[in-house]
């Protein structure tokens, strides 16, 4: 057995996993305990639902191998800067060298929002870095900074000194620019001078420095109903955790909400509604089956007595029963169900639902249903 306790550790080694905030992120309390003391050294770990990576980064603090994939842009950049193994100083020297690569960026967006959301010369430093990191984003001090610079583009302002590198926002969700430009006139909030390199310094600080050591580890920008990207990642290893918490039946603004995000890495300077990628919502049938895929897909690259822990609930928007959802879903995909519980008796009351963006409203019930692969 790896470790026996399932309390997290404690000081610098547990902060990287703050280095972007993602919308629906479970607590890192949920894929630890689950892992601690039961997972033995060298066993593999999945997520095929990996959003920011909670599940990778508690693999790592257990020394455990760890697998990825999600169709988010977003949520893989994230999750792979949960693997890497940097120092700050390195990844502060790779700022500075990409904003010499890139002197005079050659797209800045313009308009409204972009004038109120950020200061002139915060803006055309991002676009240097955008544009440098599109160019090169192989090694780990830049897929370091990419994360870094996902986690500071926008959220709330304090009083004093610069968390951020917007006007005030949200931080787990970007907003929507007319209703941002709105707020931000309404309030009078024009956008500050921010010291990027000072900013990205700080971070790069508190998320690096005292990170545990690397474990091995892929993540996959893909679809998890696609059997290929299984394929693949089965040549590094045969899985016996898998540790994931798919999207609530109805929520599929994953991209839509993560746009600012998404622009930085290379998409467009406005709204994407688009929901390529994304399990299919239309139906509580159609969500079942295509669920099952992603069960089926997984099941392909695990060892037999193989675990699956899935963290599930509904959501306000869409009045549903999560449980026959989640337990219609395993029919027929190898994996045989033999625990349900409520997260929050599991959890002494620390739900997902509290890390929704939106406080509470959206998630309801939320269960953790726990499944093995026969041997
Ligand atoms: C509830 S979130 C996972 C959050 C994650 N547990 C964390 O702590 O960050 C669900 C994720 O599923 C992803 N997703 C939705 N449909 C997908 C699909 N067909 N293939 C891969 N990922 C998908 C979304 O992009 C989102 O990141």
């Known amino acids: 057995m790896v470790r026996a306790r399932t309390v997290l550790p404690s000081g610098s080694s547990a902060r990287l996993n703050g280095i972007c ?25 999945l997520d095929p639902f990996c ?4 599940t990778l980064f508690a693999a790592r603090l257990l020394g455990l191998p760890a697998l990825g994939v999600d169709s988010s842009p977003v949520a893989a950049a994230a999750s792979e800067a949960k693997l890497v193994n940097v120092s700050p100083d390195s990844v502060v020297g790779t ?10 960026p050659r797209d800045v967006p313009e308009g409204e929002f972009w004038e109120l959301a950020y200061h002139p010369e915060v803006l055309r430093d991002l676009c240097r870095l955008r ?12 897929k ?9 583009l926008h959220g709330p302002r304090p009083k004093h000194g610069d968390s951020y590198l917007s006007n005030q926002s949200p931080r787990t969700y970007a907003p929507k620019p007319g209703y941002a ?51 693949r990642l089965a040549r590094l290893g045969r899985v016996r955790w898998v540790v994931t ?52 897909n997984a099941a392909a690259v695990c060892m037999g007595g193989a675990r699956l822990i899935v963290r599930f609930g509904a959501i306000n928007d869409r009045r549903v029963n999560p449980l026959p959802l989640i337990e219609g879903s395993f029919r027929d995909t190898g994996w045989r169900v033999w625990k349900v519980c409520h997260a929050a008796s599991a959890e002494r009351g620390r739900r997902q ?23």
């Open 353 to 375: 639902a509290l890390h929704f963006g939106r406080g509470n409203r959206r998630a309801l019930e939320e269960l953790d249903i726990w499944a093995s692969l026969d041997a």
């Open 181 to 231: 430009v709105r707020f931000w006139k309404a309030r009078g909030l024009r956008p500050r001078p921010v010291d990027v390199i000072g900013l990205i310094a700080t971070r790069a600080d508190r998320y690096y420095a005292g990170c545990p050591p690397r474990v091995p580890g892929v993540v996959a920008m893909s679809d998890s109903r696609d059997p290929g990207v299984f394929e």
């Open 245 to 296: 918490s798919p999207p609530y039946y109805g929520l599929r603004t994953y991209l839509q909400d993560q746009w600012l995000r998404l622009w930085l890495l290379g998409g467009r300077p406005s709204v994407d509604y688009t929901v390529r990628g994304q399990l299919e919502h239309r139906s509580p049938d159609a969500f079942t089956e295509d669920l099952g895929r992603v069960w089926r």
């Open 131 to 142: 544009e440098g990191l599109l160019m090169n984003c192989e090694s780990d001090e830049r």
């Open 21 to 45: 905030p993602y919308f629906t992120m479970f607590p890192l309390e949920f894929p630890y305990s689950v892992l601690s003391g039961r997972a033995r050294p060298g066993d593999w770990v």
């Open 51 to 54: 959003g920011r990576g909670t």
């Open 95 to 104: 700022a500075r060298r990409v904003l010499e690569e890139v002197q005079v």
């Open 144 to 152: 370091a900074l990419r994360a870094i610079l996902l986690g500071a």
